[in-house]
């Protein structure tokens, strides 16, 4: 009697998918470990649906994708660098598909009968209902291994993916978006148009951008977290603070897009190679943006160099607010993290003027704010203005309730100040102290916008979160705390700042905002006097209007990548040339190039002593 002939079993998967008249026949299908699949079917094209099956840690992955790679989802690759990154590496090795006959392919179909039958059964299924849903790109179906168990998810798009053809990223804004992009929801300051309702989940998660979200229980307000690993093994959070942990689970993924950018590089459109003498007006000179002193260039372990004078870099062109053609900013200046291989930066930078919006607009919008709020704490600061402190009336009645709850979990008492300077856009700062011998004491923070109540709100979220965090780890190295205090140039990063500023002994830096003689003012005339429109091109011209009052510009440049392309999001970056930039690091402030820091007419009087300079002052307890 003979033998029948055996037929590999990954032809199972093909056969079966085949055999289902109502799924697309995909154009390619992988089978294998997740990081060196097999090619068991492909068709001439080069283009449409691929199916992967792919094996790691206890589950097989089935991900639809696009052959092309010119839709916005992930591929096998981006699915392969998500799952395998870890704290040591921010790359994840993948080998090219092996095609049918190879030692590869041979190993795939090995894993593939190893499955077993039902859960192979449970796999072509999922599989097949992948191609029947026409599922968009990056549609990822999980089967536990263990009980057969599907969990649905979707791998976004990676920048930098191999697969992904190079292209180049238009760093121009297109300002003028469409109405329903424009208009307002209700009295908040983003559109109206509701963001994807899986906006959470789609980046969140092991086949995802962000790893370990966090809810903060113990704080006197709803807080979440959710880190961006990093390849020098550090977790780079984003974080969300709100009255629900809903809402700041969603602000936690929004701000980790928006840090996601910063470590991204696209190569940009109409870059040119010039010296700044050369472009002359039609140049952003990076010194206006804040720089570092002669002497810290000078240090010998100085990470950051100077513009020569004759200098030829690269400068990519950004868009001016207002009328104007383009301006060219250098290229090393757009981002606020530092590519190898490239020269060094100008200066220490973060990711201030970074904001996510539904439109070129909304973006835009906060991040202005946040470069105003930002350079009226620093201009507060360093030179010790005398704030109006916020009075609360009968129509507060929200803004007391979150004070009083700080308070009672805390133990903080919260005050209010006015810290709106120059440029007139509302900018509120929260202080949040306590009498003590020991422990952390005093903790401080801002937030800007349209509407003063928003504003206060805001400053007390941020304000309340620092004490939580700070209550949490101050005992944690007494060394450390002591060496902050008697060595400022130990201060490295933005914890530092608030640990050194929440020192008992640093109580007395603040007194130039609590002053028994400092001015009041009512919160409620502070609000009667924002101003109400209905769309956010009209906030934004109101915005760059009082910018422009103050004598300075506004610019912006686009840095969306294709992770947030495909949920409707867009990101920027906006500078103010001019304007404080915030810095961790006190031997890395970035104090020249800006004449407001040392002269110049604020609306609140300075109290810095006779003789003394901004330079002179503590570094400031911002985080």
């Not at 603070?241 to 996601?260: I, P």
Request: hydrophobic fraction near 40%.
């Amino acid at each position: 009697m003979s033998t029948p002939t055996q037929t590999p079993l990954a032809a199972d998967l093909v056969s079966a998918l085949a055999a289902d008249t109502d799924a697309p026949a995909p154009a390619e299908v992988l089978l294998g470990p997740l990081t060196g699949p097999a090619r068991v079917r492909a068709d001439e094209s080069g283009a449409g649906r691929g199916l992967a099956v792919l094996f790691w840690c206890g589950s097989v992955h089935v991900l639809a994708y696009d052959v092309a790679h010119e839709r916005d989802g992930g591929c096998p690759r981006c699915l392969a660098w998500f799952l395998t990154r870890n704290v040591d590496s921010a790359e994840a090795a993948f080998e090219e598909p092996s095609e049918a006959g190879s030692a590869g392919a041979v190993r795939s179909h090995a894993l593939w009968q190893q499955v077993g039958p039902a859960l192979r059964t449970v796999v072509t299924r999922t599989a097949a209902l992948l191609l029947r849903e026409t599922s968009p790109a990056g549609t990822l179906a999980t089967v536990d291994r263990a009980d057969g168990a599907v969990r649905r998810g979707h791998v976004p798009p990676r920048t930098g993916c191999p697969a992904r053809r190079a292209a180049t990223a238009r760093t121009t804004l297109a300002f003028g978006s469409a109405p329903e992009l424009l208009e307002k929801s209700g009295t908040t300051l983003r559109a109206r148009r509701p963001l994807p309702p899986t906006i959470t989940t789609d980046y969140l998660g092991p086949h995802s951008l962000f790893r370990e979200p966090l809810a903060d229980l113990d704080g006197p307000l709803p807080q979440a977290q959710v880190g961006l690993p990093l390849g020098n093994g550090v977790l780079e959070p984003g974080i969300g603070r709100s009255r629900s942990f809903a809402k700041s689970r969603r602000t936690a993924v929004l701000e980790g897009l928006e840090r996601h950018t910063g470590f991204c590089h696209q190569p940009a459109e109409g870059t040119v190679e010039a010296s700044l003498a050369e472009l002359g007006d039609r140049a952003v000179d990076p010194r206006t943006l804040g720089y570092h002193s002669a002497e810290q260039y000078a240090r010998d372990d100085f990470p950051w160099a100077p513009l020569g004078p004759a200098e030829s870099v690269e400068w990519v062109p950004i868009t001016p607010l207002g009328d104007g053609p383009a301006r060219y900013l250098p290229e090393v200046a757009l981002s606020w993290v530092r590519r190898a291989g490239t020269r060094k930066p100008f200066f220490y930078d973060t990711s201030n003027g970074f904001a996510l919006g539904q439109s070129h607009e909304e973006a835009t919008l906060h991040g202005l704010f946040e470069i105003v709020e930002r350079d009226a704490f620093l201009l507060t600061w360093y030179r010790r203005l005398l704030l109006p402190e916020l009075a609360l009336g009968p129509a507060d009645g929200d803004i007391r309730e979150l004070m009083e709850r700080v308070e009672v979990v805390t133990g903080f008492r919260v005050r209010l100040f006015w810290a709106t300077l120059d440029i007139e856009v509302p900018v509120v700062l929260a202080l949040a102290q306590r009498d003590a011998d020991s422990g952390p004491c005093t903790l401080v923070s801002t937030a800007a916008g349209l509407y003063p109540r928003a504003a206060a709100e805001s400053a007390i979220f941020e304000v309340s979160a620092r004490v939580a965090s700070i209550r949490h780890v101050f005992d944690d190295d007494p060394v450390h705390r002591e060496r902050l205090a008697k060595d400022f140039d130990s201060l490295v990063d933005m914890d530092d700042h608030s640990l050194l500023g929440a020192l008992p002994q640093s109580r007395e830096w603040f007194a130039f905002l609590t002053s028994p003689d400092r001015p009041e003012m009512s919160l409620a005339s502070a609000a009667a006097e924002a101003p109400e429109f209905d769309t956010l091109d009209k906030d934004l011209d109101y915005v760059r209007a009082q910018i422009e009052a103050a004598g300075s510009h506004a610019y912006a440049a686009d840095v969306t990548t294709p992770e947030l392309h495909r949920s409707g999001l867009v990101c920027t970056r906006s500078f103010v040339p001019g304007c404080l930039p915030m810095t961790f690091g006190h031997a890395t402030r970035r104090l020249e190039g800006l004449p407001r820091l040392h002269s110049g007419a604020l609306p609140y009087a300075s109290q810095l002593l006779a003789g003394q300079s901004p330079a002179d002052v503590p570094p400031h307890p911002f985080a």
